[in-house]
């Protein structure tokens, strides 16, 4: 039905064109004159008029939609219009058979695209030759031929014809110049614009889009700048000048930059330049120039305060100050047109880049909890708030990362640097953290920055809930308007400006220095944990000690936080630990829980330590008390560390399968100490001293302690019995003595008490006590001496066990085992070194409160180094004489030696020791004896011998001139001791002649053993062994 209503239109179309030739209708075009038709232009009209009546019949048959037709008819028409030379008409049906080939074909495009194409240029030339430039009388044909280049550029529109395309498109634009009505260029540019956008060239497209506005622009009127402004913000991604409000990729392409600057160390330079190209400049800024007076003239405050922020942020160094001043007013003038909280896209000044994340201070250190082990502490190591480890498992692109720990409620700190690089004076209102999350408070601070400077700040808040946080940049309220400032883009700036493709450095060009590029961290919220707030009582500053001083410190420990505290531990770290002698972590534990608030006082002991050349500092300085001497220095006081963690309640979260422990925390304590040079220690020597003992009715009356007496005689020994252990055995009292020098260099009084600790052999389990010399005054600036008898420590027994020589000698046949033996002999003796030195205490007191010990173990130790063996070793043999008379016995001869063996005195009353001091008369017989007695665990063959001189030294039993008879045998005595036994030897003894007299026992060994030769010192096996007693006088009256 439809083909039928069209035929029969066509038909009658037909004989309304055929019947017309009788009316004498003349078909006129633009091409002819405007003017009355003459004789001449109606002879030319009656030829053309059959060929434009088909053109017309073929332009009807195309809109009934019958191409076949329309193509006989323009046929038809060209060949009419060839021979009349009717051009126009002639161009006319050329394109019309192209339309109607279309329509014809349809679906066929590619096939007769060539037919077309070559069809339409010659479209284009007849529109051209059809132009006669000197007929001013008539319509120029430009129009019809850019409308042709259009279409043709239109049908060819596609990438693999682009070349054809863009070069209709230009010859079309310069033809533009031509059109004398504005509108007519608008839509050509227009057209050309949107041509070039399919191409995808959008340089080209935004070119002429940029005419288009700026014939909008020559338009008075606010209609026409509002189209102004919305083709400049279709042409401003072209010109990388876009808005960020526009472009919703903007916030996540430049990740894909910074990641290849993190991992290789350089930029992709096709990235970069993708984002800066400062080639543009000038371009750019006239492109945003004409959107805010685009946004101006249409009244978009908003639009015009964008344009304005991108021109001042991205083209500061290409403005003048007073241009840089007058966009700073423009800025402020469209915030007063908007309303107040206006947030836009588009940053302006300041620049905003991340400075660090702040370390949590020594008394808020985040420790990770190690849930295997019982001191969850170990194996962690703290690095203010971050956890983190080179060799953690995970993605290596985000092996750059560190993992942050917030705690709930617990404020927090950024740092965060800002850089006016403009000429005015900028003050932002208010800038703060900008987190995505709902689980942070942030706090806002406002600033004021002087032209050309950059400041440091510090911005804080209080993470609110338990989960991820991500601070991507910061807020901030200057000019009026709310806008966020992202650190990755000033990152990215700052590589550009690195490489050499951006126009400036804004910090740099403040005068800041150049950091390192700071990563955000991965910040993760963690329930709330105790804190401990902990101070030294009486103050934080120093405490002053001499060296050796004993001081107790006492440290407060407070929970600040609002979580209990259930674990804890103390330990040491820094320097000079060992000056810590005890700490009160007992008290810490029983205090546990320490809930929310509470407090507990732990008590430290500190010990001064010894100063040296490292640890002083340069001796001609002032201490603080104005002493001039060698002080600590700075931090060489020991820390405590507290490690500590709140309930074990795991944190549920879903991304996890595997629960996470809270973690812990750790305190440091630092135990500020300074020490002063105090009492200096010279030197240690060692001295000997006999003091001459007479002979007496008996040997010092020992204390029985037979087995079968349950009952001790109770002892009343006075200082110097104790300290001065006298050998019951020995004629002389033969002393050692420890001499120790000490200077005073301060300006105090020190006071000197020296203590020995000597074990009571009255109790059974070896129980000590202290015995303390009366106390020595060092003024300052003097010097004393401090004399310690040694001889209170010797060994009662004479053991080989001490002598490394005589081991190895017998040791030797043992192969492999004999370096193990004298090792092992080394190491005996080194102890009783040890031992003996740390039984002697030297200390010290000035004033009320301050004492000290003074450190004597290494000069005392270097002292006796050399002649340790004869302080701890006793003789072998020790002698003694005594009067031997009936009546002076004591008790039985064992229970005497019993007594003698603990070289105890017997004591009255009084005190002191009661000696029988009997007077020997000259012509009288005076019997006595000499006592031996095997100080070793071997049976001792020897030869005894007895001597005795007078004042003058001679011998007073041989020659013609002897003053001493006797009775008895004196020398040659051959007798066996056994070990640790006695022998008892009498002889008659009659003084001639009055006076003072020496008697002194001496015994050759005969067959000595190694280890009695090692303590002779002698390497001969054939040498004899000599043993003399010291001498023991005898004071002789005369008869009256």
């Known amino acids: 039905m439809m083909q039928d209503l069209a035929a029969a239109l066509l038909m009658e179309f037909e004989k ?52 076949v037709d329309a193509n ?103 033809g533009a110049k031509s059109l004398i009505d504005a509108s007519d260029r608008l839509v050509l540019y227009v057209e050309i614009a949107r041509l070039f956008g399919n191409l995808g060239y959008e340089r080209k497209a935004a070119f002429f889009s940029r005419q288009v506005a700026q014939l909008y622009l020559q338009q008075d009127n606010c209609w026409a700048a509002i189209s102004a402004l919305q083709v400049l913000a279709m042409t401003s991604k072209a010109y990388r000048v876009q808005s960020k409000g526009t472009n919703a990729r903007s916030h996540s392409f430049p990740n894909e930059l910074r990641l290849s600057h993190l ?41 015009a305060w964008s344009a304005a922020a991108r021109l001042l942020r991205s083209y500061y160094p290409l403005i003048t100050p007073a241009g840089q001043s007058g966009l700073a007013s423009a800025l402020s003038n469209s915030a007063e047109r908007l309303p107040s909280g206006t947030r836009c896209a588009d940053p302006a000044v300041p620049f905003v880049r991340l400075h660090s994340f702040p370390f949590y201070p020594s008394q808020m250190d985040i420790i990770k909890r190690n849930s295997g082990k019982e001191e969850w502490w170990t194996g962690s190591i ?15 692109n985000e092996s750059h990362k560190q993992d942050l720990i917030w705690i709930v409620g617990e404020p927090v700190q950024v740092l965060v640097e800002l850089a006016n690089p403009c000429g005015f004076d900028l003050t932002v209102d208010s800038i703060y953290l900008s987190v995505y999350s709902n689980n942070f408070n942030a706090f806002p601070v406002s600033v004021c920055l002087p032209p050309n400077t950059s400041k440091v700040i510090s911005l804080s808040g209080i993470p609110t809930s338990v989960g991820p946080l991500t601070i991507p940049g910061c807020i901030v309220h200057c000019f009026g308007v709310i806008t966020e400032h992202l650190f990755r883009d000033v990152d990215n700036l700052l590589i550009g400006a690195a490489q050499g493709l951006v126009l400036s450095d804004p910090f740099r060009s403040c005068g800041s220095t150049k950091i390192k590029n700071v990563l955000v ?159 200096s220690f010279v030197r240690a020597r060692l001295l000997s001293m006999e003091i001459p003992a007479h002979i007496r009715e008996t040997l010092p009356i020992p204390v029985y302690t037979d087995e079968a007496v349950s009952d001790e005689v109770p002892v009343n020994e006075t200082k110097a019995d104790c300290l001065v252990k006298i050998d019951p055995y020995r004629g002389s009292w033969g002393l050692r003595l420890l001499e120790l020098e000490l200077s005073n260099p301060t300006d105090v009084v020190f006071e000197i008490s020296v203590s020995v600790q000597m074990e009571d052999p009255t109790t059974s389990d070896g129980e000590t006590s202290d015995f303390h010399y009366p106390k020595t005054r060092i003024d300052r600036e003097y010097s004393a001496r401090v004399l310690i008898p040694l001889e209170h420590f010797k060994l009662p027994v004479f053991d080989r066990s001490f002598l490394p020589k005589e081991t190895k000698r017998v040791e030797s046949s043992y192969g492999k085992h004999s370096n193990f033996t004298e090792r092992h002999s080394k190491a005996e003796l080194n102890a009783s070194i040890k031992n003996l030195t740390s039984r002697i205490k030297v200390r010290w007191q000035s004033g009320r409160n301050s004492s000290g010990e003074l450190n004597i173990k290494d000069a005392v130790q270097a002292a006796l180094q050399t002649t340790i063996m004869d302080i701890l070793l006793p003789d072998p043999l020790t002698f003694g004489f005594r009067l031997s008379r009936n009546k002076f016995s004591t008790g039985p001869l064992d229970a005497q030696q019993n007594a003698r063996s603990h070289g105890r005195h017997h004591s009255g009353e009084d005190g002191r020791t009661k000696v029988l001091n009997c007077s020997i008369l000259a012509h009288e017989m005076t019997p006595m004896e000499v006592l031996v007695r095997n100080n070793t665990k071997e049976l001792v063959k020897m030869s005894l011998s007895i001597t005795c001189k007078d004042v003058a030294g001679d011998n007073c039993f041989d020659g013609d001139k002897a003053t001493v008879l006797w009775a008895g045998v004196l020398s040659g005595i051959r007798v066996d001791v056994p070990p640790l036994q006695e022998i008892t030897h009498s002889f008659v003894m009659y003084f001639l002649v009055p006076g003072e007299y020496t008697l002194m026992g001496s015994a050759v060994i005969d067959d000595a053993s190694d280890f009695l030769r090692d303590r002779a010192r002698t390497d001969s096996s054939n040498e004899p062994i000599f043993c003399s007693g010291p001498p023991f006088r005898l004071h002789v009256l005369g008869t009256a």
Request: aromatic share 6%; net charge neutral; hydrophobic share 40%.
């Open 382 to 396: 703290p690095s203010g708030p971050f956890i983190y480890t080179p060799f953690s498992k995970g993605d290596p």
């Open 521 to 679: 961290p991965n910040i993760n919220v963690v329930p709330p944990l105790p804190l401990l707030v902990s101070h030294v009582v009486g103050g934080d500053s120093a405490a002053i000690l001499y060296e050796g001083e004993i001081r107790d410190v006492w440290v407060c420990l407070a929970n600040a936080g609002s979580t209990p505290v259930e674990q804890a531990h103390i330990s040491l770290s820094g320097k000079n630990q060992d000056s810590v002698i005890s700490i009160g972590s007992e008290i810490l534990k029983s205090a546990l829980p320490l809930k929310p608030g509470a407090e507990v006082m732990i008590p430290v002991t500190i010990k001064a330590w010894q100063l040296g050349l490292v640890d002083s500092e340069n001796s001609t300085n002032k201490n603080l008390t104005g002493i001039i001497g060698r002080t600590s220095k700075e931090g060489s006081s020991p820390m405590l560390v507290i490690h500590y963690a709140g309930p074990s309640q795991y944190q549920e979260e879903v991304q996890t399968i595997e629960p996470i422990l809270p973690p812990g925390r750790r305190v440091v304590v630092p135990l500020h100490v300074c020490v002063l040079q105090g009492l």
């Open 263 to 303: 991992e290789g160390g350089k930029l992709n330079s096709q990235s970069i330049v993708s984002l800066f190209e400062c080639q543009w400049s000038t371009l750019q800024m006239v492109v945003l120039r004409e959107i805010l007076l685009s946004a101006v003239r249409a009244g978009d405050p908003l639009a």
């Open 16 to 67: 309304y064109v055929l019947r017309a030739e009788s009316a004498g209708t003349i078909l006129k075009t633009p091409l002819d004159s405007q003017t009355s038709l003459g004789s001449e232009e109606v002879i030319k009209a009656k030829k053309r008029r059959l060929g434009r009546a088909q053109k017309t019949i073929g332009d009807y048959c195309l809109l009934a939609g019958s191409p």
């Open 72 to 174: 006989d008819h323009y046929s038809t028409a060209i060949e009419l219009a060839r021979l009349t030379g009717d051009v126009f008409w002639h161009a006319g049906a050329l394109e019309g058979t192209v339309c109607a080939l279309l329509l014809d074909r349809m679906g066929q495009k590619d096939q007769i695209l060539e037919e077309a194409k070559y069809r339409y240029y010659d479209v284009i030339q007849l529109y051209r030759r059809s132009f006669i430039q000197d007929n001013a009388q008539r319509v120029p044909t430009v129009s019809f031929e850019l409308q042709a280049a259009l279409k043709l550029a239109r049908f060819l529109c596609r990438r693999e014809l682009a070349k054809e395309v863009v070069d209709l498109l230009m010859s079309a634009a310069d």
